[in-house]
T-cell receptor, first 117, second 117 residues
Framework: GENVEQHPSTLSVQEGDSAVIKCTYS??????FPWYKQELGKRPQLIID?????GEKKDQRIAVTLNKTAKHFSLHITETQPEDSAVYFC????????????????FGKGTHLIIQP | GAVVSQHPSWVICKSGTSVKIECRSL??????MFWYRQFPKQSLMLMAT?????????EQGVEKDKFLINHASLTLSTLTVTSAHPEDSSFYIC?????????????FGPGTRLTVT
């Protein structure tokens, strides 16, 4: 099955600086890579996602890059703000399960992002 | 759009009893829903894939007779934790994929916090 590694587990940056979180995956069949932000006790919120036919995607201050050959993808947050403080999870999915149905997400262990004022 | 609800948001039950959790897609149809479990300060772990009109697919190590899943309609999946024990105490979160778009995106419910005493 898929295995997703995420680093670092904790990241502290000064407000206004950039933050980068990196993930690697093991299953070459994975083709969908979302990033979620989760605040304490709340649901994960999708912040950006990328399909394997794209190398980079950007949405305002957030960007994701994907290197299929190396099987790694990264989240980039620029001009960080206090409200960016949360736990961020990367995930991977092949989209299709072993039975031919939809495939669930395999999550990384999460990164606790702390924005220092 | 793409709203997923869960009920109840929290529940406390006694050891040995059963608890049912509902997951509903409010404004879209979901042929596939997913159930995840999240222990404190840990990542989300996929438990099972719920398929409308057919049997659920369980991940390795998840007991299908303990975690009963029913996906009776295109907008509702239920998870029943049978004979609950304190070690089943966790945050249970469902997600759903929009069958109409064919997108890989999963929309998460707000979660159900289960405490077994």
């Amino acid at each position: 099955g898929e295995n997703v590694e995420q680093h670092p587990s904790t990241l502290s940056v000064q407000e206004g600086d950039s933050a980068v979180i990196k993930c690697t995956y093991s299953d070459s069949a994975s083709n969908y890579f979302p990033w979620y932000k989760q605040e304490l006790g709340k649901r994960p919120q999708l912040i950006i996602d990328i399909r394997s036919n794209v190398g980079e995607k950007k949405d305002q201050r957030i960007a994701v890059t994907l290197n299929k050959t190396a099987k790694h993808f990264s989240l980039h947050i620029t001009e960080t703000q206090p409200e960016d403080s949360a736990v961020y999870f990367c995930a991977a999915s092949s989209g299709v399960g072993s039975g031919g149905g939809a495939d669930g997400l395999t999550f990384g262990k999460g990164t606790h992002l702390i924005i220092q004022p | 759009g793409a709203v997923v609800s869960q009920h109840p948001s929290w529940v406390i039950c006694k050891s040995g009893t059963s608890v049912k959790i509902e997951c509903r897609s409010l404004d879209f149809q979901a042929t596939t829903m997913f159930w995840y479990r999240q222990f404190p300060k840990q990542s989300l772990m996929l438990m099972a894939t719920s398929n409308e009109g057919s049997k659920a697919t369980y991940e390795q190590g998840v007991e299908k007779d303990k975690f009963l899943i029913n996906h009776a309609s295109l907008t509702l999946s239920t998870l029943t934790v049978t004979s609950a024990h304190p070690e089943d105490s966790s945050f249970y979160i469902c997600s759903a994929r929009d069958a109409g778009t064919g997108s890989h995106r999963q929309y998460f419910g707000p979660g159900t916090r289960l405490t077994v005493t």
